[in-house]
């Protein structure tokens, strides 16, 4: 395991983790239907063992942190579905909030977080969540990367899984 992997999860291991949209994404249809990971358009860049490795990393916390902007990501992006399988997801979908708690940053307030003019508000919303010392796992290198260079917690899923 990598020392920076080894360093986030001793520090926060019990607590609670922000899962990214794609990713969110990933562990929602991989609960649902784990064989449509690789062939669904929207999670053609990972594998069916990926969602494994997020589920075993995400065991060592007490809770999944969302938000309203990445769980309408997510919603978004699964509506690429084909037709016959996207109300059986929906339901799914709609039962698995239950394993994640969401919270509110309002966009006045993300707007003012020094990320937003490079990465949006989604990504805005994120770093302010991040700034109480919560861990954030992504597969975004560029939000990766801006929350590290200010000093947070992330850990980048697509460096790690490659060391799994």
Known sequence: MREPLQHALSKHSGDTVLVDSNLLLLWFVGLFKRELIGTYKRLTMFSPEDFDLLSEFLRNFRGIVTTPNILTEVSNLAGALSDHIKPQYFGAFSRSLKLVREEYVSSD???????????????????????????????????YYRLRAIDLDAINFNHDRFLA
Do not use: P
């Not at 003012?112 to 796992?137: H, K, P, S, Y």
């Open 109 to 143: 307030k993300a707007t003012t977080n020094e990320l937003f003019q490079w990465l949006g508000l989604t990504d805005a919303v994120i770093a302010t969540i991040a700034l109480d010392r919560v861990l954030v796992i992504t597969s975004d290198f560029e939000l």
